[in-house]
């Protein structure tokens, strides 16, 4: 699930709630597991973007390795 359909989700929810379709104890519950999923989607994006950061300082490293190899042989 992306992390817009479980904002999605949580209007749905409120919906519910508000309209008296779920007791207190339900909507604890359902509550609980959609902060689950929402907290590891968080996790995985976060951890996606530390990668594509690391990737880059990598690759900046190596353009410059790569320049000063060039000065050297030019």
């Not at 950061?53 to 490293?61: E, F, T, V």
Request: with cysteine.
């Amino acid at each position: 699930m992306k992390l817009y359909e479980i904002a999605q989700e949580y209007n749905d929810l409120m919906q519910l709630i508000e309209s008296g379709e779920l007791t207190s104890e339900m909507a604890e519950d359902t509550l609980q597991a959609m902060n689950c999923e929402f907290d590891d989607k968080a996790r995985s994006c976060i951890m996606i973007v530390r990668q594509l950061q690391a990737d880059s300082a990598g690759i900046s490293a190596e353009i410059d390795r790569l320049k000063k190899l060039q000065k050297s042989t030019d």
